[in-house]
């Protein structure tokens, strides 16, 4: 959900890493309004759109793959603000008081490559479709495909999304996560979308992929929590590893290192199995390990890769219904997806 970026990373970096209840989750979705999505919403107006979409994020994971986490990250980035409704593919208005969403200091680092895959599958969706699917909507197929190819589950998406009205810059900070939060402000900010703390764990592992900057990770490395110290809970290996990366000052704004330091492109459960060897990224990631009330999930999703695609594809099926638009009242079917229609 954190600081994904296509910078490369240096390859001894890489090196040294290299050689050095989940059913509550799937039941309480369905005791939230699913504001009438459907898997067969555009069953009659646009029935190939699963496949339309498929032609871009195939083509974009060939060509650009940090497109895979980019997106899935976008994704959540949208539906934590305002809800899932495209509003952070809005672009801020010239001489505008207001920033839109996308413009937010955390969204900057935003990767490019995610908003790209959704405009040219927005283009390509249009011109066998005209006006009939939300950008919303082509997001959360895209979000899915890229986990799918990147070797995680293929699910279903529920589809019916209308594109908001609104994206506001100022609505950001306190919407998403921050690298150092405690579990306690974790599970305030998903319990205030719906989602519990199984959802929180479950949909961490996210971070089996892609990438962080040095700025949400480095005071763990030098000074964690004022004590001139680095983080305790750092394996000393990867320890070692970071603080050749990234200094203690200047010099490391576009450096990056993976979340999941030993399999960093492939979606798996390797990013728990990290936390249990002191080896998670950010300090959010490290303390579900270290939480007496999320270690037990976490411990589980290490021992079983499919007990964590399943739980996952739920989790994010859940995620994707959270303040959902419907009708012109609330939304629009913009054709740019950058663009308001007003």
């Known amino acids: 959900m954190m600081s994904f970026s296509s910078t490369p990373f240096p390859a001894l970096f890489l090196l040294l890493l290299v050689s050095n209840s989940i059913a509550n989750a799937a039941n309480s979705s369905n005791r939230r309004p699913r504001y009438q999505l459907s898997l067969d919403y555009y069953a009659k107006s646009c029935p190939q759109v699963d496949q339309l979409v498929a032609s871009i994020t195939s083509q974009q994971f060939k060509e650009a793959p940090i497109s895979a986490p980019a997106t899935i990250r976008l994704f959540f980035h949208d539906c934590f603000v305002e809800g899932c409704d495209a509003s952070v593919l809005i672009s801020s208005k010239a001489g505008s008081k207001e920033f839109a969403e996308k413009d937010a200091e955390d969204n900057k680092e935003l990767a490019v490559e995610a908003f790209d895959t959704v405009n040219k599958a927005k283009a390509v969706v249009e011109s066998k479709c005209p006006g ?14 890229f986990v799918h190819l990147a070797g995680g589950p293929y699910y279903q998406v529920k589809k019916g999304r209308w594109d908001g009205k609104l994206s506001m810059a100022s609505r950001v900070p306190s919407n998403l996560p921050r ?64 603080k050749m990366s990234c200094p203690h000052y200047g010099g490391n704004t576009d450096i990056v290192a993976p979340f999941d330091v030993t399999t960093p492109f492939s979606f798996d459960n390797a990013y728990y199995g990290n936390l249990e060897a002191k080896m998670g990224l950010l300090a959010s990631d490290q303390a579900l390990f270290l939480d007496p009330r999320t270690r037990p999930l976490v411990q589980a999703l290490a021992k079983d890769k499919q007990k964590f695609l399943q739980a996952f594809a739920a989790a994010m099926d859940k995620m994707g219904s959270i303040g959902v638009k419907r009708g012109r009242r609330h939304g629009e079917k913009r054709k740019y997806c950058s663009i308001h229609m007003g």
């Open 132 to 145: 009939v699917v939300s950008c919303a909507d082509i997001l959360a197929l895209a979000a899915r495909d």
């Open 179 to 242: 690298a150092n939060a405690t579990v306690d402000e974790l599970l305030r900010l998903f319990q205030s979308k719906g989602l519990t703390l199984e959802d929180l764990v479950i949909l961490s592992g996210a971070h089996t992929i892609g990438f962080a900057h040095c700025r949400h990770f480095v005071s763990r490395l030098y000074d964690y929590k004022g004590t001139r110290q680095p983080d305790p809970s750092i394996d000393p290996r990867l320890l070692k590893a970071l």
